[in-house]
């Protein structure tokens, strides 16, 4: 017995080095003993309480990455108190807070929240090397990791609008965003070129909203158009399917239904909606149209809340996104139906800005749309627009032109979710030699480093009351050029990873880089993944 684990040991040295707990998002704290290690091998046992079919899920989660690392085949052993590997429930103060302590006794998770069992599992499947260890065993250093997140929101938007992506690829992008600890699929479903939801009670709406034409080629304005049409739309079920994914791997999937501006293909489908009457054809370029629902039409709030309704229907978020960035007001300012119902509402100049008294009627728009939500208990977030002509309490505000609508909004007293373009729009280029890189939104470069260099409580703005106003960050993946899988991950990959120690870790943690060193292993990942990924990093 002696001789063999002494042989074992000997045999093993080589990958001891390889076990890493160092892991991205970099764990809260890893204390690690080299001096013992403790052999897994092919066959031992992993328990976990059979009667608990959550606790059952993650345990095969495990089982599947320890296998894809190693070749190591776990046995599941419900309820064996002496399995090699154990994962329980116990009480710990912070929500998805785990440790996983390895040593003599074998690999043990413990987790506050079936979440957090989620998470210590990820963590030990970045730590293993990637080899074939069926015959061998891999030798883990005893190490003990505590571990929770810093932001309770942690997310990543995918436009589905601009492009359309498959159901098969939206789950490949949420376990990659299950690997980096994100908790939220920002799933942007509706956009000028493109409506992706279907709705049972206008049945041509995503039939006809989601097919262009065609598609500019090249910058928005350049005049050439490919003359394919495009198109493509989740149905209900589809939707229903990635809501039940996402939750097996602890992400909520927040839907956004972008109104009152951004509409183009809905206002294709129903002219009457708009301020003109159209015909609108769904839009084929970028850029932002003037075309946007009328305010002043007593049927667009019957079409939005009927949208809503089975959007709520459909996803449980408690938030649900409504977009409200980008509602040009020049239709309005000229509309007698939208004149008529600012002076029904009694709506004045107030000098904040142009177009002051439209401002005020998007609010209007806001605020029967949030009481809407409300019944059905729903939170809405919005794009930092909605600051703009006044907001009632509860609406969160997703700061994206910068951090100065989530200051804004927090020294108002409302949640905040921070994604400020300039560190979070990934349909920027990432490296600043552009030569050989896809194309992407020109105008300024969004690299790794600046992706890492993120702070979202502003501390400098902000004081500790309003900071704790701040939920959380997110990175957006808008897809005006992003036309296919590869190309999203690409500009995913790597500055998810860098955003998810924004997301997950303190900032006296984060080192830029150490993170350069651990991102190796987290590419070994990428590639056994099959996903595309930007190997080059500034
Ligand atoms: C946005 O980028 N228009 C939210
Ligand atoms: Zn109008």
Known sequence: MFFLTFVSLVELSAEVDKVDYHVIPMPKEVVVDSSNVFVLSDGMGLAYDASDEEICRNAQFLRQWVKEMTGIELNLTPNDKKAAVRMSLVA???????????????????????????????????SLPMVDAKKTGVSLPYVTVNDHPRFEYRGVLLDCGRHFFSVDFIKKFLDVMALHGCNQFHWHLTEDQGWRFEVKAYPSLAPMGSVRKETVIGPYKSGVYDGVPYGGYYTQEDCREIVRYAAERYINVVPEIDLPGHMQSALHVFPHLGCTGGPYPVRTTWGVSKEVLCGGNPETLVFLKTVLG????????????????????????????????????????????????????????????????????????????????????????????????????????????????????????????????????????VSASKVYSFEPLVPDDLTVEQQSLILG??????????????????????????????????????????????????????????????????
């Open 92 to 126: 710990l103060s912070e929500k998805e807070a785990y440790s996983l302590i390895v040593n003599g006794a074998g690999i043990q998770i413990y987790a506050s929240d079936y979440a957090g069992l989620f998470r210590a599992a990820q963590t030990l499947r970045k």
């Open 310 to 445: 089975e959007l709520c229907d459909v996803f449980p978020s408690k938030y649900v996104h409504i977009g409200g960035d980008e509602c040009r007001k020049h239709r309005w300012h000229e509309c007698p139906k939208c004149q008529a119902k600012i002076k029904e509402l009694g709506l004045v100049e107030d000098g904040k800005h142009e177009f002051s008294k439209e401002h005020q009627l998007q609010s209007y728009i806001n605020r029967e749309i949030e009481a809407f939500m409300k019944e059905r208990g729903r939170d809405i977030i919005g794009w930092d627009e909605i600051l703009e002509g006044g907001l009632s309490g509860s609406s969160i505000v997703m700061s994206w032109r910068g951090i100065k609508g989530g200051v804004a909004a927090a020294r108002e007293g409302h949640r905040v979710i921070m994604s400020p373009n300039v560190y979070s729009y990934i349909d920027h280029p990432q490296l600043k030699e552009t030569k050989n890189q896809p194309r992407t939104t020109d105008s300024y470069i």
């Open 473 to 538: 960050a997110q990175v957006n993946l808008w897809t005006e050029h992003v036309a296919y899988p590869n190309h999203a991950f690409y500009q995913l990959l790597p500055r998810l990873a860098a955003s998810s120690e924004v997301q997950w870790c303190l900032p006296e943690q984060k080192d830029f880089e150490d993170f350069k060193v651990r991102l190796p292993r987290m590419e070994e990942i990428y590639d056994l993944m099959g996903v595309t990924y930007c190997s080059q990093i500034e």
